[in-house]
């Protein structure tokens, strides 16, 4: 008797859905596009760069620092959006700054928030909160800063020259050091070399094997750079990252 009573009901309700789908389904749909819409609308920036895409755009952005290396990916970058612009690395928005005038303009200011890098990665190379040029540690930035500011302007800017063009004549009259058998110079050594000798003569003022310790800081930059941006999950696989 229950059932039979139940029956036309059930009926009438299977009757029904299948005539409200359409008019439920047309709300959600346009709810879920408008929600896409904010979502990779507050992704963008006023600033140059790759789009957001709804999460798409940080995702390859990080995956080209780790296939091509930071150095050849800011290259990349600069080619397509300018000196100035903003990626995305472990997720988080970077700045990439090449244009020197900025660099300046931000060497005299200390709105610093965060500089990007792995702490599992620096800590590594023993440069998580230590390290001069990648320190993730803003506080500590903000103290050092001033040694670089006076580096920069001043007494201290104009012996840096004077000491630069000395060095890179030194380093001219011995070029055959840094030409390969083909004939070719190579520049990139020449300059680190040029760039040592002059940080020696400023700060150190020590005798030292320029060509053994150019390679030692190369390796020490390759390290950084194959750390640096790597996910935590990769450290926890010591065969791997050592």
């Known amino acids: ?26 709300p959600v749909l346009l709810l879920t596009g408008l929600f896409l819409l904010v979502w990779n609308y507050e992704g963008t920036s006023s ?14 952005s990080h995956g080209r620092f780790l296939w091509m290396g930071i150095g050849s990916a800011c290259n990349y970058y600069n080619r397509v959006y300018g000196e100035f612009m903003r990626v995305w690395i472990s997720g988080e928005e970077t700045l990439i700054i090449s244009k ?79 030409t390969n058998e083909s004939g070719y110079v190579d520049v990139l050594t020449l300059l680190r070399r040029v760039m040592l000798d002059t940080s020696n003569t400023l700060f150190l003022r020590i005798p030292l094997d320029e060509s053994a310790i150019v390679v030692k800081i190369q390796g020490y930059f390759d390290a950084w750079q194959a750390l640096l941006i790597k996910p935590d999950i990769f450290f926890k696989i010591s065969w791997l990252y050592k």
């Open 100 to 178: 020197s005038s900025s660099m300046f303009h931000i060497m005299k200011h200390n709105h610093y928030s965060s500089r990007f890098g792995s702490k599992l990665g620096l800590q590594c190379i023993g440069m998580h909160e230590k390290g001069i040029i990648f320190n993730n540690n803003p506080e500590l930035w903000k103290t050092t800063r001033p040694f670089f500011m006076k580096a920069l302007s001043g007494p201290g800017l104009v012996r840096m020259v004077t000491v630069c063009a000395e060095s890179l004549k030194t380093h001219l009259d011995r070029l055959e050091e840094v």
């Open 47 to 60: 600033i140059p760069g790759p789009g957001y895409c709804m999460g798409i755009g940080p995702l390859i």
């Open 1 to 26: 008797m229950v059932l039979e009573m139940l029956n036309p009901i059930h009926y009438n309700i299977t009757s029904i859905v299948p005539e409200a789908m359409p008019a439920a389904t047309m």
